[in-house]
DNA sequence: TACCTACATATAGAGAGCCTACATGTAGGC
DNA sequence: GCCTACATGTAGGCTCTCTATATGTAGGTA
C-alpha cells in the first residue's frame, strides 16, 4: 500500500474502528490490519500522533487504564466524531465515486 | 474534496485522461472535471509540476504545438506509462477495498 | 542472568506532494 | 482599455505519513 494514497483517510479508519467500541491505540492497529484482512499495516509513528490530533480537535477523547501491569491509553468517540465519521463516510463515496470515474476505461471520446 | 484525499492518485487521474489520446494540461483539466462530473477541480499548480514529473520518470512524453496562436506543450503515455496505468488500476482496486471495508459500519464485535 | 517476543506509548526529523499565490503571455469581445 | 478564456509555469508553504529511535512491562526460555 502506497504510504501517500492513506493521507487524508486516516482520520475516516481510526473514527470507524472506534465508532462501535472504545479501544487503545494498539489495539486499534491490530483492528484496522484485520478488518482490512491484512492490507493496512499502520505503523506506531502514524497512528499515535494521528489519535492525538483527533483528540485535539475534539473528536476523541481519551483516559488512562492499567491492563496487566501495562498502561494503556483508551480512545473513544466523542458527539463531534460520531457526527465527522458520519461526513468522512460520505465525503469516501464522492471521492471513490470521483475518482473511479476518471479511472474507468474509456476506449471512446464520446465524453 | 479535501485535497489531502488526492495524494497519491494524482498519477493514476492523469495517465488515465491521456490513455485514449495525448492532450495538453489545459485540457486534462479540463477533462478531468468532466469525466468526474464537476467534483475535481484540480489547480494548475497541482497539474504542470506533476505531469513533468511524470514526464521525468517515463510515463509521459511531450511536443510542444501552436494552436490558434497558443502554445501547447501536449503530453502522450508512453509504454511504460501505459503499464504503470495498469498497475494504479490494481493498486486502486486494493486501496478502496481495504479502506471500504474498514468504513462499512459495524455494529456487532463479532468481526 | 541474559535474551527474546509481545504488548504499549511516544517523539524527532525526513520526505513528498498538493495547494495558494503569483508571473507571463495570446486571442477575441465589448 | 478592460475583461474573459485559453495556456504554462514557479516559489514557498503546509500538513500528514513514515522511519527510526527511545522507553518500559510481562512472560518465556536457556
Redo the contacts with the bound molecule.
Sequence with gaps: ???????????A?LLSVLEREPL???????ALQQRSGGAL?????????????LERIGHLS?E????????????RLTESGRRQLEGERSAWREFTDAIGSVLRPQTRASG
Design positions: 500500500m502506497n504510504p501517500d494514497a492513506l493521507r487524508g483517510h486516516m482520520d479508519l487503545h491505540g494498539y489495539a486499534i492497529i491490530e499495516s499502520v505503523p506506531t509513528g502514524t497512528v499515535y500522533p494521528a489519535l492525538r490530533r481519551s488512562w487504564a492499567t491492563v496487566g501491569g501495562r498502561k494503556r491509553r483508551t480512545y
